[in-house]
């Protein structure tokens, strides 16, 4: 499988209701990911699926990626606030070849490490907001931790850049 793992866009500090979950996408934000999305589509094919948290900064953001790449979005509640390991277990059970998951920090970074390494408590990678990693894993072929392959990770200001050409 071919992961692309975005974390969404700058969000307002204070949902509507108050709470985390519904937190919104700013106007810079919205901005910022449209070029950042746009950028990714200079570099990378177009996900046979794209799967969002359920919280509404990072359905914005997938909403965002889906006009991009013409395409619609579904919602993972693995990829809400928890565990990576919840996430391991949905993607596993993909068929698809090239997926794009929108998500949150720590656990985008936290499943990264675990994809790749196995260890979920590295805490080397750390993904900006409305920035990508990709990463080449034996996941769907019923491997559950490390033997991923982390091809890149692009910060939300290099995929912008490559937008720009």
């Not at 359905?59 to 395409?71: G, K």
């Not at 993607?91 to 720590?106: A, Q, S, T």
Request: glycine share 10%; proline share 4%.
């Amino acid at each position: 499988m071919l992961l692309f793992i975005f974390r969404h866009g700058i969000a307002e500090d204070h949902g509507p209701d108050g709470t985390d979950d519904s937190r919104r996408l700013t106007d810079e934000g919205k901005r910022k990911t449209r070029e950042a999305v746009v950028g990714l589509s200079c570099i990378a094919g177009k996900p046979e699926v794209l799967l969002s948290s359920p919280l509404v900064r990072a359905r914005q953001t997938a909403e965002i990626a889906a006009q991009v790449f013409d395409m619609d979005t579904q919602v993972c509640d693995a990829l809400g606030i928890g565990p990576a390991g919840d996430v391991v277990r949905e993607l596993r059970k993909m068929e698809e070849d090239v997926v794009m998951i929108v998500g949150h920090e720590p656990q985008l970074s936290i499943l990264a490490e675990m994809l790749c390494t196995g260890d979920e408590a590295i805490g080397y990678i750390q993904l900006k907001k409305a920035g990508c990693i990709a990463i080449e894993t034996p996941i769907n072929e019923g491997a559950a931790r490390g033997g991923g392959r982390l091809l890149w990770i692009a910060t939300p200001a290099m995929l912008r850049g490559l937008a720009e050409r």
